[in-house]
């Protein structure tokens, strides 16, 4: 019964989810599926970007607004919104087709933002499109300055040309099919849109694009730590003002900016835990003394350790080999009066998370917190030769804070 699939493990590999910005993503992935790749990049939806797909086509079949503009002695009259396309059916296939391709738009912004990291060595794992935008995962944070601020621009420099492209096609378009024809109407609103975007990215809201190219900015005039703190300051004032905003006539403004204020305050903080960790290695915080116990160790037994020890979580060994980990929250979900029947091989948690002892100390705290864990096995050679717990985390830098 314990001992049956004890040895049935998966360890998973030392890999970091964090979007182009330096952020940990808390779950996203979970709820995404996969739609396609562009250049070796896997392309998600999350759930929510379903939902936000109807609402954004039906809003733009609300209203129409024209302007007339005058270029060069031309004049073109053209319309922003499709409520007066006629019949309703081709009101709203436009709309819905202006939805799709500005999330498109959405997700090559997020590449630009790739390409460029891609150029400085930095893998894309992905890019994930949702209800607020999109995010690209990688697999290391840019901390040069101008690192950063190249790669913070290449995503409004991405939406900038096609805002101007749509722009100057709806200017053909109004030429060859009339400004009110419903092909110009969604060129012109796309490329008005896009403009805004660029625009709007490049507010210095942190942690907002032009938030990155203002911290990169700081980071060359004070330390890293203090120039992500004056950039988070910076961006909580705009988000608070946007929320303002939002009050007097625009929820969907007043969402943006608790999006903004909590990724702030949160990067923020995850800066201030991980940058005094950096050149720490897992091995030198570790702890090589290591208690283990096996699939047929009772809860008492278990227990017991957890007493007299002092560590919420142990290995769980299985012929020489590590099988899993148990902690005292599989513990406590055994009720009481079963426990005296219940060995650890019936509770202990078999898909394992590890790191090595050479790997950075600040990317075992990243794994933590991203996975929602508050220890790590460390491997070498196969082998089990430590474990590191956020306490040791937390220990280290507080060392490290103060040197």
Known sequence: MAGRDAGAVEIKS??????INGQVEFGIMSSAFQIGRIAGIPIRLHVTFLVIIPIVAYIFSTFTATTSLEIFGQVYD????????EPPAARWAYSLA???????CVALHELGHSFVAMRYGITIRSITLYIFGGVASMEDIPRESGMEARMAVAGPAVSGIIGVGCTLFSFQSALLLGGSHPLTTLLWTLGVINIV???FNLLPAFPMDGGRILRAWFATRMPYVDATRRAAGIGKLFAILMGVLGIMGSPFLILIAFFVYIAANEEEKATSIVVPLEGVKVKDIMSRDLKTVTPETTLPDIINLMFREKHRG?????DGRLGGIVTISNVQKVPEERRGATTVGDIMVKEIYVIGPEDEAAGAMRKMMERQIRRLPVMEDGRLVGIVSRSDLIRAIE?????
């Open 197 to 199: 975007l660029m625009i």
């Open 14 to 19: 030392k890999t970091l989810k964090k979007d």
């Open 314 to 318: 142990y290995p769980v060994m299985v």
């Open 399 to 403: 060392i490290c804070s103060g040197r």
């Open 78 to 85: 053209l319309s922003y919104g499709f409520e007066s396309v």
């Open 98 to 104: 202006f939805a799709v391709l500005l999330f498109l």
